[in-house]
């Protein structure tokens, strides 16, 4: 599941980024100095798309709000190198650092190596305010997550997608894009502070089903968020949803959920949080941030 950090969402949708240093590591292996940018840049493009974010690269002398350089990175706490790190040390900078000590390829799996593409695109996801998911198939899940080796990613999972389009308040999902029904995918988010949500979904109200039809349940964790994707083929703009949430030892059941309604189940206190079932051609704002 995709989980997001707002606290480093930027307020603008045109950032700049610059090399502080340069390498490279051979024409023929797709890495000289040129290949990293483009490789760099298709990387930027891919979140910009979801995000609605436009990405420029600017020399050093100018102001950037994305700082890309070199340099030895410590290992995890497992002794693994670490191909990538970003940190934010200002308000109004990034800082991604790539691992001179990992030994770098172009689109060649190996487990020995890693490829340039697949950690940029996940250090700019955290760039932008994208945290590590759960999802196997999410550029933002941790090294390692499609089983083994370091993985090769071509461009963003749909919970990427997701995520990126929840946190900058971009136009929902197409579950089926290309076809003229609203397949908008149905988004669920946990942005309760401690406890773990568990959610039922029924469907009523749709000439072709049962009065009320039971679709399934899961489970997300704190601060995390999910979507729901329906087996039946298309979206009726008919149909109404029964959404059960359980948190906390308390259970919240609401009826008659139409698809362009947001809706908040639970509320913590102090800084306002809530779970939120969600369909919709637009998110709006989801409370206080």
Same mark, same amino acid.
């Given at each position: /599941?995709?989980?997001?950090?707002?606290? @480093?969402?930027?307020?603008?949708?045109?950032?700049?980024?610059?090399?502080?240093?340069?390498?490279?590591?051979?024409?023929?292996?797709?890495?000289?100095?040129?290949?990293?940018?483009?490789?760099?840049?298709?990387?930027?493009?891919?979140?910009?798309?979801?995000?609605?974010?436009?990405?420029?690269?600017?020399?050093?002398?100018? &102001?950037?709000?994305?700082?890309?350089?070199?340099?030895?990175?410590?290992?995890?706490?497992? !002794?693994?190198?670490?191909?990538?790190?970003?940190?934010?040390?200002?308000?109004?900078?990034?800082?991604?650092?790539? &691992?001179?000590?990992?030994?770098?390829?172009?689109?060649?799996?190996?487990?020995?190596?890693?490829?340039?593409?697949?950690?940029?695109?996940?250090?700019? !996801?955290?760039?932008?305010? /994208?945290?590590?998911?759960?999802?196997?198939?999410?550029? /933002?899940?941790?090294?390692? %997550?499609?089983?083994?080796?370091?993985?090769?990613?071509?461009?963003?999972?749909?919970?990427?997608?997701?995520?990126?389009?929840?946190?900058?308040?971009?136009?929902?999902?197409?579950?089926?894009?290309?076809?003229?029904?609203?397949?908008?995918?149905?988004?669920?988010?946990?942005?309760?502070?401690?406890?773990?949500?568990?959610?039922?979904?029924?469907?009523?109200?749709?000439?072709? /089903?049962?009065?009320?039809?039971?679709? %399934?349940?899961?489970?997300?964790?704190?601060?995390?968020?999910?979507?729901?994707?329906?087996?039946?083929?298309?979206? @009726?703009?008919?149909?109404?949803?029964?959404?059960?949430?359980?948190? &906390?030892?308390?259970?919240?059941?609401?009826?008659?959920?139409?698809?362009? @309604?947001?809706?908040?189940?639970?509320?913590?206190?102090?800084?306002?949080? !809530?779970?939120?079932?969600?369909?919709?051609?637009?998110?709006?704002?989801? !409370?206080?941030?």
């Amino acid at each position: /599941m995709a989980k997001v950090n707002d606290t @480093n969402r930027w307020a603008k949708n045109q950032l700049f980024y610059t090399f502080t240093a340069k390498r490279d590591f051979g024409r023929a292996s797709g890495l000289d100095q040129a290949g990293i940018e483009r490789k760099f840049q298709k990387a930027c493009d891919q979140w910009g798309a979801q995000a609605g974010l436009t990405f420029t690269k600017v020399g050093k002398d100018n &102001n950037s709000d994305i700082s890309v350089g070199w340099g030895k990175l410590e290992r995890t706490a497992e !002794g693994a190198l670490k191909g990538g790190i970003t940190e934010f040390p200002y308000a109004n900078l990034a800082t991604i650092a790539f &691992n001179d000590d990992v030994s770098w390829t172009a689109d060649v799996y190996d487990k020995n190596y890693a490829d340039f593409f697949s950690v940029a695109i996940h250090e700019i !996801g955290h760039a932008i305010g /994208m945290d590590h998911s759960s999802d196997p198939d999410a550029v /933002m899940c941790p090294t390692g %997550g499609k089983g083994g080796g370091l993985p090769i990613f071509q461009g963003l999972g749909n919970d990427d997608a997701v995520g990126a389009r929840y946190l900058y308040l971009q136009p929902a999902l197409d579950r089926n894009p290309g076809f003229p029904e609203a397949n908008k995918i149905i988004l669920l988010v946990n942005e309760t502070p401690d406890f773990d949500v568990a959610y039922d979904i029924w469907v009523t109200n749709d000439k072709d /089903m049962a009065p009320l039809t039971y679709l %399934g349940q899961g489970n997300i964790k704190p601060s995390e968020l999910t979507y729901w994707i329906e087996k039946k083929d298309f979206y @009726n703009e008919a149909r109404r949803y029964r959404v059960r949430v359980q948190c &906390n030892g308390q259970s919240f059941i609401k009826d008659g959920i139409a698809p362009q @309604n947001q809706v908040s189940f639970f509320y913590s206190s102090g800084r306002k949080k !809530g779970y939120f079932f969600v369909f919709t051609d637009r998110w709006g704002d989801h !409370g206080e941030r």
